[in-house]
């Protein structure tokens, strides 16, 4: 299933910006959802995942406290609101959607089996 992202850009130290990413289908709700992300010459890591409901979430700890995700099941959509962003924050964004649906939350990258085409997010000094 196709996964839609958007809402990277190129913003300054301190800026905000929130990705979304949409997943067509009735099994949204049925899925752990996670963002993933890839620095230049650097291996993909975790940023976030959030568990079926939009009731429990993990962040990296390179991330807590400034970003945030979450979930609307009626849209199908997953969130992840970026605070006070640093040019460390530099990265291509990769929303993920679990392997099995009823799974439990996760920050795993093997337990995510489809992934969008990612967002570039650039944050200038």
């Known amino acids: 299933v196709q996964l839609a992202e958007s809402g990277g850009g190129l913003v300054q130290a301190g800026d905000s910006l929130r990705l979304s990413c949409a997943r067509p289908g009735r099994t949204f709700s049925t899925y752990v959802m996670g963002w993933f992300r890839q620095a230049p010459g650097k291996e993909r890591e975790f940023v976030a995942s959030?568990?079926?409901?939009?009731?429990?979430?993990l962040h990296a700890d390179s991330v807590k406290g400034r970003f945030t995700i979450s979930r609307d099941n009626a849209k199908n959509t997953v969130y992840l609101q970026m605070n006070s962003l640093t040019p460390e924050d530099t990265a291509v964004y990769y929303c993920?959607?679990?392997?099995?649906?009823?799974?439990?939350?996760?920050?795993?990258?093997?337990?995510?089996?489809?992934w969008g085409q990612g967002t570039q997010v650039t944050v200038s000094s």
């Open positions: 959030i568990d079926r409901s939009g009731n429990s979430a």
């Open positions: 993920a959607v679990a392997r099995i649906p009823y799974g439990s939350l996760t920050s795993r990258q093997r337990d995510f089996g489809s």
